[in-house]
């Protein structure tokens, strides 16, 4: 699946002015000098999530990281311009109902949005909803649990509010995976757990993407975008202040820093080496590769100078 959004501004006073303005066939203005006083979480966005691709998404608290992530499968629509989905306007409510079943949208702290008696149910609230038959509601509860590291005959009766906080996070998971999106959604995935959990879940975020799935996540970790994403875009006061691959990003660190946010820290220092004359064949960096080139740069080590390919965090 292909989401375009095609200049796309979005007012949350203007959805409010349109719930009243139900039925009414009248134009809404997007013109900033008629509606000075209203806030506009995006403001004329244009870009394309690419089948198969994996789409990072960075900003400053407040840029429109969030906004910009729900209108991917009509969860709310554009006050100006359009999303689509394979040329197909998410406005349309036959559409935006399609969608919502092919991109799966996980908020930030899913587990809090676990509600039903057992794990089984959780997972198989989606499918049933979709009207599949109990049959293939199973085998979408079982094979979901299993992507995520669990096992339906081990958890799938027990309590989710029983688990510990890492699992309830991935039997949440498991109920996006359940409904087999073309598209998984993700808003800041690893927030707010412990080193080794969230290494767990970024690899299990890879695993999706290598299994041909499309990911788009948000996240404030440059670290992590670099080492995951083919592009990223940076959102700044609701508008596309850069979108490129991660080394392209990367490459203007005072740039990112004048909007709150901060290259990599190997890739910083890489840049910092580089302005002292120190030479350094790669265009992104992580800690591994940096540390081998400057190795291979000294005479201390094979290194791995060989490899001008912009590649880094990525291979």
Request: overall charge negative; proline content about 5%; glycine content about 10%.
């Amino acid at each position: 699946m292909r989401l375009a959004f095609e200049q796309v501004s979005y007012s949350y006073a203007g959805a409010a002015s349109r719930k009243k303005k139900a039925g009414k066939k009248e134009k809404r203005q997007a013109d900033w000098g008629n509606a000075p006083g209203e806030v506009w979480a995006l403001r004329n966005v244009s870009l394309t999530v690419e089948p198969g691709e994996f789409l990072g998404v960075a900003g400053h608290t407040g840029s429109g990281k969030s906004t910009l992530i729900q209108h991917m499968n009509g969860l709310v629509h554009p006050t100006e311009g359009r999303v689509t989905a394979d040329g197909a306007d998410l406005v349309d409510k036959d559409v935006a109902v399609s969608v919502r079943q092919r991109v799966g949208l996980v908020f930030q702290y899913p587990e809090n949005q676990l509600f039903a008696n057992t794990v089984y149910d959780d997972v198989a609230y989606g499918p049933r909803n979709m009207k599949l038959p109990e049959d293939e509601v199973d085998r979408r509860v079982r094979e979901a649990l299993l992507l995520v590291g669990l096992d339906a005959d081990e958890i799938g009766e027990r309590s989710p509010f029983d688990l510990s906080g890492g699992q309830q996070r991935r039997v949440a998971f498991a109920g996006v995976l359940a409904m087999e999106p073309e598209v998984l959604v993700l808003d800041e995935p690893v927030a707010g757990l412990d080193p080794l959990s969230r290494a767990d879940f970024l690899a299990l975020i890879a695993s999706f993407h290598a299994s041909g799935m499309t990911v788009v996540m948000v996240s404030h970790s440059m670290e992590d975008l670099a080492a995951l994403a083919d592009r990223i875009l940076v959102l700044s006061e609701g508008r596309v202040f850069a979108l490129g691959t991660p080394a392209e990003v990367f490459a203007d660190a005072a740039a990112l820093k004048a909007v709150g946010l901060a290259a990599p820290a190997p890739q910083t220092f890489a840049s910092a080496l580089r302005e002292a004359g120190f030479p350094l064949p790669r265009a992104l960096y992580d800690e591994a590769t940096l540390a081998a080139d400057i190795a291979a740069a000294l005479g201390c080590g094979d290194g791995a100078a060989s490899a001008p390919d912009g590649g880094g965090g990525r291979g």
